[in-house]
């Protein structure tokens, strides 16, 4: 066994040992004290083994990709494994979700009392969508009349709109917001690979293609709004990685300017993608000519929102206030910290633990200002800048204060960006195995709350 393999284990078991500790001490304290508010530490799920409809799919799909991935990875014309990745990314997230069955996997994940279709269906609070966005700060306190459910109150209300515009073209119901969530979620695998090929370069994207695609990640991405909220915010980065590379630098970054105003919208921690995007601008060798065109894009959404009567500061103060109101405010501080790190690596999975030890080598090794200087002659170190940034972004949500528990699903945006580290692997096909077995082991062993 190689150096660098056994180090790779070790990484690997020192995040199991991470994940274990949090286990351990999170149940004594739940049990002791009642403040972790869930059931089974760190994660945000039930003891409950089960099988579903959606077990032997998620198998032959693990079973494939684990066979098969590299290989078809690396000799498909790029086009068409775009659309390989995202149709098997889709097939993975969805044969999950239906471990729990179609009902409780599926229909009824966006129907609880905490969720966006609680003002939706059946008493359409949004139906005059104007007046919702004027009156939408005056619920976000928990006392206040009307109180919004957890989630509405907890984002701006463009993720709300969401899926009001769906109920009102006819797509109504916790199914139809459930298949749009991880139809629309399993397109962020695409977002990624085609912003690495755009920074890093095509080799890099192929080999870290299977694991895009095979990710624990997708236990949560279905059937969660966070997973839509990942894919928005991923298309963002990835038009801007096109603008920033030379590829139609105008209508790239307009594009992106607008995702990135979308996403401000949709989650008020989406915020942090303004470190992911500083990174991909260090990257881009053309970072100056869409500036105009991303910074025209960007203003549009939050002049609508503005024009419209919301106001985005005002109902983030109010959200803070809830928070300390509520859960956040008894969950303790001193064990999220860490303990939301062991979510994460649960979200990534041992793979992308492994790989991001290979990508932190590199400045390690060469010094932080000599890698620096070879950002722009090697793919590798690219990649690097690029999985750190969403690292920065990762460990400033926790640092933050405004996450603690259910960071499996609410950092999906920054943890998929993590995932490409794997590109650096040997051995693949032994490093997808030990993804898909911690995925099918947590979605069998575990209902979880997504």
């Keep these: 066994m ?97 471990v729990d069955g179609w009902q409780r996997g599926v229909a009824r994940r966006l129907t609880t009392r905490y969720e966006y279709l609680q ?26 009349p009307d109180a919004w459910p957890a989630h509405v109150a907890g984002h701006p209300p463009a993720a709300t709109l969401t899926f009001a515009v769906l109920d009102r073209v006819g797509l109504v119901g916790g199914a139809w917001a459930g298949v749009w969530c991880v139809t629309v979620g399993a397109t962020a695998a695409v977002a990624v690979l085609v912003t690495v090929r755009a920074l890093c370069g095509e080799a890099l994207a192929r080999r870290a293609a299977p694991f895009m695609v095979l990710a624990p990640a997708a236990v949560w991405m279905g059937t969660s709004a966070d997973g839509y909220f990942a894919a928005v915010a991923a298309w963002a980065v990835a038009f801007l990685a096109l603008a920033v590379t030379g590829h139609r630098p105008r209508s790239a970054g307009l594009a992106s300017g607008l995702l990135f105003g979308l996403t401000a919208y949709l989650s008020y921690g989406l915020t942090l993608l303004a470190v992911i995007a500083g990174g991909v601008l260090l990257l881009g060798s053309r970072r100056l000519r869409p500036l105009p065109c991303l910074i025209a894009g960007f203003l549009v959404v939050p002049a609508a929102f503005t024009f419209a009567g919301f106001n985005w500061w005002e109902a983030y103060r109010l959200l803070v206030t809830r928070y300390h109101q509520g859960a956040g405010g008894i969950r303790p501080f001193g064990y999220w910290v860490w303990a939301n790190l062991a979510c994460t690596v649960l979200v990534i999975g041992p793979a992308t633990v492994a790989g991001l030890r290979r990508a932190g080598t590199a400045p390690v090794r060469k010094g932080f200002r000599r890698c620096l200087r070879s950002v722009a002659v090697t793919p590798d170190a690219r990649l690097a800048l690029l999985v750190a940034a969403a690292l920065l972004a990762l460990l400033t949500a926790d640092l933050s204060g405004m996450s603690k528990a259910e960071t499996e699903r609410i950092w999906l945006p920054f943890a998929l960006w993590l995932l490409p580290a794997c590109a650096f692997l040997t051995r693949p096909r032994a490093w997808l195995t030990a993804q898909a077995v911690l995925a099918l082991l947590v979605n069998h062993l575990l209902l979880t709350g997504w």
């Design 119 to 144: 003002v939706i269906d059946p008493v359409n609070r949004f139906h005059d969508i104007p007046a919702a966005l004027r009156d939408f700060t005056h619920h976000i306190l928990m006392h206040a």
């Design 2 to 98: 190689n150096r660098d393999l056994l180090r790779d284990l070790f990484a690997a078991l020192a995040a199991a040992l991470l994940v274990t500790t949090a286990a351990v001490i999170g149940t004594v304290m739940e049990h002791r004290y009642g403040t972790l508010r869930v059931r089974w530490p760190p994660l945000y799920a039930y003891w409950e083994p089960h099988a579903g409809p959606g077990t032997p799919a998620a198998i032959v799909v693990a079973v494939a990709v684990v066979a098969y991935g590299p290989r078809v990875a690396a000799r498909l014309p790029w086009r068409a494994l775009l659309v390989t990745a995202w149709g098997t990314a889709l097939a993975w997230t969805f044969s999950l979700a239906l």
